[in-house]
């Protein structure tokens, strides 16, 4: 699947993808910082000038590779010290986590924007889930005010992230490559035999244009 690198804050114009992708949430102030705004679309400058990019896969995504940076934050701070004495919470806030990173895999390799945007709110709704589960870490001094302030904002940049893209989804008429792909290969079995009917026109006037041979004496 293809998808556009960047894509415009909610409520701007530009919505592109290619042919065969989602519109790319990624990068610039809102995917990359703080969750408000974008960066652009592909082939155009957008709301930070900068140029877009298209991604072959899921791991090519920032909010992808963020959500990979909270999780393995998680597991290291669950790993050892008062919170390893606690393999209840420890176990809670890990699988929250990897719902994060799960959901948005699941929701791209989907090919629906439907079942994608249905993945994203899954996964930002895990987001706030790590949010309280760090709430509850500090209030037992499991984990360390630096510690905990850079996850939870961590944990907040990715909600940001998955809010602007589920808003881009619902605005654009893509509906997956679930649907395009079907109508792709009908259009591309239609073109065949379009030119396979041209061709024997072409043959049947070549022959036509033949000199007829001379009736005998």
Do not use: W
């Given at each position: ?10 409520g701007r114009a530009g919505d592109r993808r290619t042919a065969r992708g989602w519109p790319r949430l990624d990068g610039g102030r809102g995917c990359r910082d703080s969750g408000n705004g974008a960066k652009g679309v592909k082939g155009k400058k957008g709301a930070t000038g900068m140029k877009g ?165």
């Open positions: 699947m293809r998808i556009i690198e960047n894509l415009p804050s909610p990019k298209a991604a072959e896969s899921f791991e090519e995504l920032h909010v992808y590779q963020r959500a990979r940076e909270l999780t393995n934050a998680v597991y290291a701070l669950t790993r050892a010290g008062p919170f390893a004495r606690d393999p209840g919470l420890a176990d809670q806030i890990r699988r929250a986590a990897v719902s994060i990173l799960s959901n948005i895999i699941e929701g791209f390799e989907r090919g629906a924007k439907t079942e994608f945007i249905q993945f994203l709110y899954i996964a930002k709704g895990s987001c706030g889930e790590v949010r309280a589960q760090l709430q509850i870490a500090i209030d037992q001094q499991y984990v360390s005010a630096d510690d905990h302030a850079r996850l939870v904002d961590l944990a907040r940049r990715i909600s940001g992230m998955l809010s602007n893209f589920i808003a881009h989804l619902q605005g654009s008429d893509y509906r997956g490559e679930k649907v395009s792909r079907p109508r792709r290969l009908a259009a591309e079995d239609r073109r065949r035999e379009q030119e396979a009917l041209r061709a024997i026109q072409l043959v049947n006037m070549r022959a036509a244009e033949q000199p007829k041979p001379a009736d005998p004496p």
